[in-house]
């Protein structure tokens, strides 16, 4: 069965810093990954996705990803932290070879980021 | 244009009484989802709707639980007896077809509360 790891449920960075939050998959297949992010009240919206082709996916707000099969992640960066980007981060995963084609997402347990002046 | 709107966004119940939680995606997407998310966790699959018919209903907890979606448009989320472990977040999302590399768009979410 596919499972999401998200190693610290929380992060804490100084404005201006790298953020790093980490993703880490189980899945018997190649599967789609995505990340989220969880504004206060707010709905769910996506950051970016990997499919297919290129591993280094580039999202909005800044935000990259990585695709490593070899290590089975998908860590989230962003070279330089702003105030606005404090909120929650969710990584999923969907494998349609098992989700009949469509898109029954699994998530981690979320990380909760704090940027601080 | 708007956005997949859920209501209530609150809802507080004692145990034991029914509810009904209701899902309005954007307009023309076909594929229908349900989460719940409860504290500290993420969401979890519960059911998915293309069109009219409920194509996965696997992630439903107990016979408890049921959504429809009848003209395909919006979807009710019905829990009959409700047990305080059911007090989470009830998260909806539409997409445009059901395809794995379709963005899913996600509501805000009802806070289902059961005291």
């Known amino acids: 069965a596919q499972s999401v790891t998200q190693l610290g449920s929380h992060v804490s960075v100084s404005e201006g810093a790298l953020v790093l939050l980490r993703c880490n998959y189980s899945s018997s297949v190649p599967p789609y990954l995505f990340w989220y992010v969880q504004y206060p009240n707010q709905g769910l919206q996506l950051l970016l996705k990997?499919?297919?082709?290129?591993?280094l996916v580039k999202g909005i707000n800044g935000f990259e990803a990585e695709f490593k099969k070899s290590e089975t992640s998908f860590h989230l960066t962003k070279p330089s932290a702003h105030m606005s980007d404090a909120a929650e981060y969710f990584c999923?995963?969907?494998?349609?070879?098992?989700?009949?084609?469509?898109?029954?997402?699994?998530f981690g347990a979320g990380t909760r980021l704090a940027v601080h002046p | 244009g708007a956005g997949v709107s859920q209501t209530p966004s609150n809802k507080v119940t004692e145990k034991g009484k029914y509810v009904e939680l209701r899902c309005d995606p954007i307009?023309?997407?076909?594929?229908l989802y349900w989460y719940r998310q409860s504290l500290g966790q993420g969401p979890e699959f519960l059911i998915y709707f293309q069109g009219t018919g409920a194509a996965d209903d696997s992630g439903l907890p107990n016979d408890r639980f049921f959504a429809v979606r009848p003209e395909g448009s919006v979807s009710t989320l019905k829990i009959q007896r409700t047990e305080r472990g059911d007090s989470a977040v009830y998260l909806c999302?539409?997409?445009?077809?059901?395809?794995?590399?379709?963005?899913?768009?996600f509501g805000p979410g009802t806070r289902l509360t059961v005291l």
């Open positions: 990997y499919t297919t082709g290129a591993t």
């Open positions: 999923a995963v969907s494998d349609p070879l098992i989700s009949g084609g469509y898109n029954k997402l699994i």
């Open positions: 999302a539409s997409s445009p077809r059901g395809l794995a590399v379709n963005e899913q768009f």
């Open positions: 307009s023309g997407h076909t594929a």
